[in-house]
């Protein structure tokens, strides 16, 4: 028998799953940051909502925990990191809000359509102004999907039977999976000049962040209506008022916010074309009995040692001592090369050169995997999923081995038809170091921020590269430069010490001589 700390209220059939599989369950729902600190001692298993920060601290106070559970999708509030390095499980329930969440969606869509609450706010305001409230049909309407993960799926397949055509921006799909949906995938700048509507379903990740801001509503179709029920700061809400304001946008409709608790936004004062609600999209009954049914099966099966399908962090500690080390940079491998590929591969080879040939590689292929993905969901990724997720977005995986490997001990390779990075441990201390991009061979130790750029082999493109970066403000940490063998191609592969904005990857582009250029974020 296990004791299970529950600190926040969790549907009564997931305390019961937990009871019934012989364990202690321990509701205590007063806690304060402190007080948690002292009540996980003796606690195999702690399961949390959103409001119960599970920091280094209490995981340290936490001697005997197997596990920690999040009743819900996102994972802010856990310090993953920690809990890997102190031998915690951690796991959530990633499918509980979906259907929840993609119809409240489509209700803010609907409500945006045909002024729903303002016209329920001035009837019941004693108000009959049945012309003053005109809307629009979604039928023959184009829907902009951004973020065709599994809440924008559930939302394209219901719109489906309003007769809209579907336009998704979504670079981790691959077409033939789009087609299978019914979805026609499109660039994000022809999505949104194209479209009646837009429904957001992004992660905010760094790229993500502040993407509907001035630059991109400047673009947008006059008359658009825009809806935003997946995560605050992915829309630039003065911007959006601002666009309202000119006519450009027609609508908005938000479930969720930069900040939040949210009770002044710009957004407030336009109540006549603007549907808000505080972050219900996850607020149903059901939604909540599944999130507390589904992280109860996780908790008991991880303290069972069994197989838990949606454990988050599942550590390399059953790798050879030769394959583990590699775990971190393979992740690397993952997230350069869906960089250079701009969104999903269309293909994936991993090979494995040298000293690993021959050992059991799996888990480096599954970490590959995760570093693609990491970024084009909100769904944690984990060695768990990661294959699921490839199978879903319908990239095709193989694995080659070679005993061989050039001036190399053991050499990692990620290609996709187009491109291929490859990285080594280099040094006494087996530091990680990117020593192959784009077949070319360069040393490059993994950094935050990081450009690789095609350039014409002719005196002056360095230079012309440092001014324009230069000119911004942006420090190089480190590069790596040389030509393409046989071609008269070079490339460049640069460190910044800061990100490298928009209109500076756009001069870049704009420099004679620069064929292409890649923002690269570790």
Same mark, same amino acid.
């Given at each position: 028998m296990a004791r299970i700390l529950v600190t926040e209220r969790l549907a009564k059939g997931g305390l019961e799953a937990m009871s019934a599989a012989g364990h202690e369950v321990v509701e205590r729902l007063d806690l304060t940051p402190e007080t948690l600190v002292e009540a996980v001692g003796g606690m195999h298993a702690?399961?949390?909502?959103?409001?119960?920060?599970?920091?280094?601290?209490?995981?340290?106070?936490?001697? $005997?925990?197997? !596990?920690? +559970?999040?009743?819900?999708?996102?994972? %802010?509030?856990? %310090?993953?990191?920690?809990?890997?390095?102190?031998?915690?499980?951690?796991?959530? #329930? *990633?499918?509980?809000?979906?259907?929840?969440?993609?119809?409240?969606?489509?209700?803010?869509?609907?409500? =945006?359509?045909?002024?729903?609450?303002?016209?329920?706010?001035?009837?019941?305001?004693?108000?009959?102004?049945?012309?003053?409230?005109?809307?629009?049909?979604?039928?023959?309407?184009?829907?902009?999907?951004?973020?065709?993960?599994?809440? +924008?799926?559930?939302?394209? =397949?219901?719109?489906?039977?309003?007769?809209?055509?579907?336009? #998704?921006?979504? /670079?981790?799909?691959?077409?033939?999976?789009?087609?299978?949906? +019914?979805?026609?995938?499109?660039?994000?700048? $022809?999505? !949104?000049?194209?479209?009646?509507?837009?429904?957001?379903?992004?992660?905010?990740?760094?790229?993500?962040?502040?993407?509907?801001?001035?630059?991109?509503?400047?673009?947008?179709?006059?008359?658009?209506?825009?809806?935003?029920?997946?995560?605050?700061?992915?829309? %630039?809400?003065?911007?959006?008022?601002?666009?309202?304001?000119? +006519?450009?946008?027609?609508?908005?409709?938000?479930?969720?916010?930069?900040?939040?608790?949210?009770?002044? &936004?710009?957004?407030?004062?336009?109540? %006549?074309?603007?549907?808000?609600? /505080?972050?219900?999209?996850? &607020?149903?009954?059901?939604?909540? $009995?599944?999130?507390?049914?589904?992280?109860?099966?996780?908790? !008991?099966?991880?303290?069972?040692? $069994?197989?838990? *399908?949606?454990?988050?962090?599942?550590?390399? #500690?059953?790798? &050879?001592?030769?394959?583990? *080390?590699?775990?971190?940079?393979?992740?690397?491998?993952?997230?350069?090369?869906?960089?250079?590929?701009e969104g999903l591969p269309d293909q994936l080879e991993v090979e494995y050169q040298g000293a690993l040939a021959g050992e059991e590689v799996g888990i480096l292929t599954l970490a590959v995997l995760k570093g693609i993905f990491a970024a084009s969901t909100d769904e944690p990724v984990s060695y768990v999923n990661a294959p699921q997720m490839a199978k879903a977005r319908g990239l095709a995986v193989r694995e080659a081995q070679t005993a061989t490997s050039p001036d190399r001990v053991s050499l990692v390779t990620v290609r996709s038809s187009a491109h291929s990075v490859g990285a080594a441990l280099a040094g006494p201390q087996g530091r990680p170091r990117f020593v192959l991009v784009e077949d070319h061979l360069v040393e490059m130790p993994p950094s935050e921020h990081m450009l690789v750029i095609r350039n014409d082999d002719r005196p002056g493109r360095i230079g012309a590269v440092g001014t324009v970066l230069g000119d911004a403000g942006v420090s190089i940490a480190d590069m790596a430069v040389g030509q393409i063998e046989g071609t008269d191609r070079a490339l460049m592969v640069i460190a910044t010490t800061t990100p490298v904005g928009g209109e500076v990857l756009a001069r870049l582009r704009s420099t004679p001589g620069i064929n292409a250029v890649y923002q690269v974020r570790l």
């Open positions: 702690l399961v949390i909502r959103s409001a119960t920060r599970v920091t280094e601290q209490v995981l340290e106070a936490g001697r $005997d925990l197997q !596990v920690v +559970g999040r009743a819900g999708v996102g994972l %802010d509030n856990v %310090d993953v990191a920690a809990a890997t390095r102190l031998g915690v499980m951690v796991v959530n #329930a *990633p499918e509980s809000n979906i259907v929840s969440a993609a119809e409240h969606a489509i209700a803010l869509l609907l409500s =945006q359509a045909r002024n729903v609450p303002q016209a329920s706010a001035a009837l019941l305001a004693g108000r009959w102004e049945r012309s003053r409230w005109e809307g629009v049909e979604l039928h023959g309407k184009t829907l902009g999907i951004v973020g065709l993960g599994r809440i +924008g799926t559930l939302v394209a =397949q219901r719109m489906h039977g309003f007769g809209m055509h579907l336009v #998704a921006y979504d /670079p981790y799909i691959s077409a033939d999976r789009a087609k299978l949906i +019914g979805v026609e995938l499109a660039s994000l700048e $022809d999505l !949104v000049a194209r479209a009646d509507f837009v429904t957001i379903h992004l992660p905010k990740t760094k790229e993500t962040e502040g993407l509907f801001g001035r630059e991109l509503l400047a673009k947008v179709k006059p008359g658009v209506r825009i809806v935003n029920a997946a995560r605050g700061g992915l829309v %630039d809400e003065q911007a959006l008022a601002d666009a309202i304001g000119d +006519g450009r946008v027609a609508g908005a409709a938000l479930d969720v916010f930069d900040s939040e608790p949210c009770t002044a &936004s710009p957004l407030f004062a336009l109540a %006549d074309k603007v549907v808000v609600t /505080p972050h219900l999209g996850a &607020s149903t009954g059901e939604a909540q $009995d599944k999130a507390g049914e589904q992280i109860a099966e996780q908790i !008991v099966l991880a303290l069972a040692g $069994d197989f838990v *399908p949606f454990a988050v962090n599942v550590s390399a #500690a059953g790798a &050879s001592e030769a394959v583990r *080390p590699f775990v971190g940079v393979a992740e690397q491998l993952g997230r350069f090369l869906a960089a250079m590929c």
